[in-house]
T-cell receptor
Framework: RKEVEQDPGPFNVPEGATVAFNCTYSNSASQSFFWYRQDCRKEPKLLMSVYSSGNEDGRFTAQLNRASQYISLLIRDSKLSDSATYLCVVNGAGRRALTFGSGTRLQVQP | ETGVTQSPTHLIKTRGQQVTLRCSSQSGHNTVSWYQQALGQGPQFIFQYYREEENGRGNFPPRFSGLQFPNYSSELNVNALELDDSALYLC?????????????FGEGSRLTVL
């Protein structure tokens, strides 16, 4: 079983749609959680950290459910520029590495 | 731009050869880590360097080795290249070695092994 699992997609949605991605992680001792965004043939960039209380940044909302060991990302009012791969990232307690999921590809269509 | 620079951006090698990839970390960042990203996969952790010493390693064989220099720049060396080593190699820097906080990635070195 992979440490971090994501639905690879692709998710094809029209502009203006709301889309949600989920991610599950296997290490119950994980302490830090992130969503990174990766454009085609580019490097990953931090989209947002995920906090236990949930957090929002404009059109993006991240939630963490520790009991079920899953993380979600909600994108409202999708834009063409949101088209990218979204990587779920987990950092275990005391671990120096970030563990990345394989990513979920989003394609927003006009 | 993240301030993390990598070289070369692209290179082609043949099986059995050796390769050295280079990375300059963002100013003020003393921790550098290397990731391998195969096509269609997420980045996989290779190792991390903090103050010139390796302080974390992923599930990669010993033919993957590295260095960090006093100015915090870093090298990744891969010996005896195999076809499966073809991937994007990403260098990332952070301001602390404890495993939390944002990673700043370079644009990567795309290695093709023939």
């Amino acid at each position: 079983r992979k440490e971090v699992e994501q639905d690879p997609g692709p998710f094809n949605v029209p502009e203006g749609a709301t889309v949600a991605f989920n991610c599950t992680y296997s290490n119950s001792a994980s302490q830090s959680f992130f969503w990174y965004r990766q454009d085609c043939r580019k490097e990953p960039k931090l989209l947002m950290s995920v906090y236990s209380s949930g957090n929002e940044d404009g059109r993006f909302t991240a939630q963490l459910n520790r009991a079920s060991q899953y993380i979600s990302l909600l994108i409202r009012d999708s834009k063409l520029s949101d088209s990218a791969t979204y990587l779920c990232v987990v950092n275990g307690a005391g671990r120096r590495a970030l563990t990345f999921g394989s990513g979920t590809r989003l394609q927003v269509q006009p | 731009e993240t301030g993390v620079t990598q070289s070369p951006t692209h290179l082609i090698k043949t099986r059995g050869q050796q390769v050295t990839l280079r990375c300059s970390s963002q100013s003020g960042h003393n921790t550098v880590s290397w990731y391998q990203q195969a096509l269609g996969q997420g980045p996989q952790f290779i190792f991390q360097y903090y103050r010139e010493e390796e302080n974390g390693r992923g599930n990669f064989p010993p033919r993957f080795s590295g260095l960090q220099f006093p100015n915090y720049s870093s090298e990744l060396n891969v010996n005896a290249l195999e076809l499966d080593d073809s991937a994007l190699y990403l260098c990332a820097s952070r301001s602390n070695a404890g495993g939390t906080g944002e990673l700043f990635f370079g644009e990567g070195s795309r290695l093709t092994v023939l």
